[in-house]
């Protein structure tokens, strides 16, 4: 009888009820936005880092984080030096360019890469052939509707797109590395070096013989160097987070709270034939409250399905810049907050309409 009581109420009046569900997803889709994007960016740049083919990872000593790279603080005379190192099978060099984040310009030498994890895989045109050629992956070429052979202007200099390669390994743009050595004004140096060893069960062995060599570097195994594109080591992302799930919960406590005292209102005379029945406070209290829960209920279902719609147009309208994915497991995370939210937000409500007076809510026009 409850269930069917607290049913009739939200039928009754479909366009508030609707409206509240409506407001109850915005901040359930908020979070699992927040959360997919960062999961999906950071997920994407783990992957292309490992493609490349490495064991161990050579970055300048003011690096601390694996998304803190920029400049080219190591002079590239120290891969001849680490490619002499014992168990160090390849050595290679690179530097980046930061045009927009998160979107950097790869300067690389080509025969190096090749060499190390096999190339890139070529969708349209060819590898570098000239100094100002430039390769850029099929999301980046969707995105920008770059085609080969067109003139693509970046950094204040022309580039020819030489090719159009597949996505997934290392860069979204990639450049000869002399040229944007010449074009950063860093001739004979580099971002950081990517070491292959002999054997990849020599990673910790060949990444301490290297700290050691190089004391003004900072020395990562390609498993630590990944391991930190993590949510925590991004600033501030986690504070933002908190931010937005407390956003969330004033969002949904104010839509319950308006929703269910306009409905109190409302059903003055019903929760007066109710009491006058014999209905407890608390029963009173327990119709309000779960109205409140079936719409966040409803809220956290309409989140989930407008998060999918989110990934789906961030895949289509901005594929290389940003990158989002679902995750399921913090359904229950945004879920909870909805919860909460309701149960509060429905309070006020609630002893509002347990505390009526019998006489006085059948007597109300």
Not at 269 to 296: C, D, M, Q, W, Y
Not at 324 to 335: E, H, K, L, T, Y
Request: proline content about 5%.
């Amino acid at each position: 009888m409850t269930g069917t009581l607290v049913l009739a109420n939200l039928k009754y009046r479909p366009i508030r009820s609707l409206i509240s569900i409506l407001l109850m997803g915005v901040p359930v889709t908020l979070i699992l936005a927040l959360v997919g994007l960062s999961n999906g960016m950071l997920e994407d740049a783990r992957s292309r880092q490992r493609a490349v083919g490495a064991d161990v990872v050579v970055r300048g000593s003011a690096a601390t984080s694996a998304i803190s790279f920029t400049g080219a603080p190591l002079p590239q005379g120290y891969v001849d030096v680490i490619q002499k190192q014992p168990h160090v099978k390849m050595a290679m060099g690179v530097m980046t360019h930061n045009i927009e984040l998160p979107l950097v310009i790869l300067g690389i030498d080509m025969k190096k890469f090749d060499a190390m994890n096999g190339g890139f895989t070529y969708l349209e045109g060819h590898s570098f052939e000239g100094p100002d050629d430039v390769l850029v992956d099929q999301l980046y070429a969707k995105q920008n509707h770059v085609k080969v052979g067109q003139t693509l202007p970046l950094m204040g200099h022309k580039w020819h797109v030489a090719g159009i390669i597949r996505s997934g390994k290392l860069a979204r743009i990639a450049v000869p590395l002399s040229t944007l050595q010449e074009l950063d004004a860093a001739p004979n140096h580099v971002s950081q070096i990517f070491v292959q060893a002999d054997n990849p069960a020599y990673a910790d062995a060949v990444a301490q013989e290297l700290a050691k060599l190089l004391p003004d570097t900072h020395v990562q195994t390609m498993a630590e160097f990944t391991a930190a594109y993590d949510a925590n080591n991004i600033p501030a992302l986690k504070e933002f987070t908190i931010v937005i799930m407390v956003l969330g919960v004033v969002i949904g406590f104010l839509v319950i709270a308006l929703s269910m005292y306009m409905s109190v209102l409302q059903r003055t005379r019903e929760i007066g034939i109710l009491k006058s029945l014999g209905a407890s406070k608390t029963f009173i209290l327990f119709i309000v409250e779960a109205e409140a829960v079936l719409v966040a209920l409803g809220g956290t279902i309409l989140g989930i399905l407008l998060s999918f719609g989110v990934c789906w147009l961030i895949r289509v309208l901005v594929p290389a810049s940003i990158q989002m994915v679902v995750v399921p497991s913090w359904w229950p995370n945004a879920g909870g907050i909805t919860l909460v939210a309701a149960l509060l937000g429905a309070l006020y409500p609630g002893f509002t309409a347990a505390s009526h007076d019998p006489i006085e809510a059948l007597a109300y026009e």
